[in-house]
């Protein structure tokens, strides 16, 4: 799953308190925005990779929809 966050600034607690919440189902997790030393991004991206019952992602993405000012997009590979 690929989580763009339009405001960080402004939705990452939200953001983050989800995640938490479904930790379980989260195997692997990368997140990153723009940096250098004049700009800091508001955008950032996240990628998860599951695990679990495929229900629970859906709670996990129904969730996240919820929140506002994030986009998210899937993926599923056939191999795991």
Avoid at 7 to 29: P, W, Y
Avoid at 42 to 60: D, F, H, K, Y
């Amino acid at each position: 799953m690929g989580i763009l966050v339009y405001d960080r600034i402004k939705e990452a607690g939200l953001t983050q308190k989800v995640l938490s919440r479904h930790a379980k189902v989260i195997r692997t997790r990368l997140g990153f925005h723009e940096l250098s030393e004049n700009v800091c991004s508001r955008v950032g991206t996240i990628l998860l990779v599951l695990q679990g019952e495929p229900a629970s992602w859906a709670m996990l993405e129904k969730e996240l929809s919820d929140i506002g000012g994030v986009e998210i997009q899937k993926m599923q590979f056939a191999h795991q």
